[in-house]
């Protein structure tokens, strides 16, 4: 037997060639498969519109408190499907909708004839629940309704989608790549210096992934048009650094569970809720309610309201995403050189990168 043979730790295992660490380890992936089946067909199995938002116009010349009246009924409707506000004209309804207030507005006719105005821009989903809620509504009053996209998506971004897409790219992006350093050079850095480093080497992964994934988006495939190439470039970089900041910080204060839990807030947790195929009030009030708050929904946000809503909403997307990088570079500076005599070797290598 080799000298390094005699002063090898004997490894435990529950049965031959299982280690009890290789062990846990499949039982930590089962239950990330379970969780994500879980929270996947959890969010999506039964798309159900609650309170929608929706502006309510009353027929020129109505009597005082129409637009009121309608509320009420709308308001009432089982199952909560809608809920509605009065708004004075039409003008003030479509600014209500470009400023992401509202995502529809009912326009009764002073005949049978209603019109319904919606956001295309905002996810197709919203929008085909809305005509089908006014449309049910109309009908059993022997009405008709005739729906106008008054902010579509672009010809190239089908049903909204390309929005979620991209952020979903570089939320993927941000995890991947802190989690391929922790792995190569270690969960936690040796010193500061070198946790400044990997956060250094981290944000010009990060702009050069936030230029990569515009123009991919916008001029290479035309999802994206018009010209904000540089706006989502900023965002993306934002995005990316936040997500791979905070991935790394998790790696730094548990080790190799922390890309285990990077990827059950970003993708099991954060893409169901993001608001891609089924925007929030499609989706149930957990999923609805988390979305906002995780990096893949922030950032699904942001694109579409630099592409299609004059920055709309952006700023409180961009106020969430530097919490998450703000809070990712404190507690990896913070922890960095925090290595244990109990830490698993394989954990413990670092290298000078």
Do not use: K
């Not at 031959?16 to 499949?26: C, Q, S």
């Not at 952020?167 to 792995?183: F, K, Q, R, T």
């Not at 909403?313 to 969430?320: P, R, T």
């Amino acid at each position: 037997m080799s000298q390094h043979g005699l002063h090898e730790a004997p490894r435990r295992e529950l049965l031959p060639g299982v280690t009890r660490r290789a062990a846990v380890l499949v039982v930590g992936v089962l239950l990330l498969q379970l969780g994500f089946v879980l929270s996947y067909v959890g969010a999506f199995h039964s798309p159900t519109p609650r309170d929608v938002p929706l502006a309510v116009v009353a027929p020129a010349g109505a009597p005082a408190g129409t637009a009121d009246s309608l509320v009420t009924q709308l308001d009432g409707l089982d199952g909560s499907p809608l809920d509605a506000t009065a708004y004075d004209s039409e003008d003030a309804a479509r600014q209500a909708i470009a400023d992401r207030e509202v995502d529809g507005a009912f326009l009764p006719g002073t005949g049978t004839a209603d019109v319904l105005l919606v956001s295309g821009a905002e996810g197709g989903a919203v929008s085909a629940a809305l005509e089908q809620v006014l449309t049910a509504v109309d009908a059993a009053q022997s009405r008709t309704l005739t729906t106008t996209d008054v902010l579509p998506a672009g010809d190239g971004d089908a049903r909204g989608l390309s929005a979620f897409y991209l952020a979903v790219g570089w939320v993927v992006g941000g995890y991947l790549v802190a989690s391929i350093i922790g792995i190569s050079a270690g969960s936690r850095p040796l010193t500061r210096g070198r946790g400044a480093t990997r956060l250094g080497a981290l944000a010009v992964y990060a702009l050069v992934s936030g230029l990569g994934g515009a123009l991919i988006a916008g001029p290479v495939l035309g999802a994206l048009e018009g010209g904000h190439t540089l706006a989502l470039t900023l965002l993306g970089a934002l995005l990316v650094f936040a997500v791979g900041a905070f991935t790394m910080a998790l790696q730094v204060w548990t080790g190799l569970v922390g890309i285990g839990l990077a990827i059950v807030l970003f993708v099991i947790l954060g893409n169901p809720s993001a608001g891609g195929a089924y925007p929030a009030p499609l989706l149930p009030p957990f999923w609805s309610a988390i979305g906002p708050w995780l990096p893949p929904g922030a950032g699904t946000d942001a694109v579409r309201g630099i592409v299609y809503f004059g920055v709309s909403g952006v700023a409180q997307a961009c106020w969430v995403l530097a919490a998450y990088a703000v809070v990712g570079v404190v507690a990896t500076l913070v922890g960095s050189g925090r290595a244990t005599a109990t830490e698993p070797e394989s954990e413990r290598v670092d290298v000078r990168a």
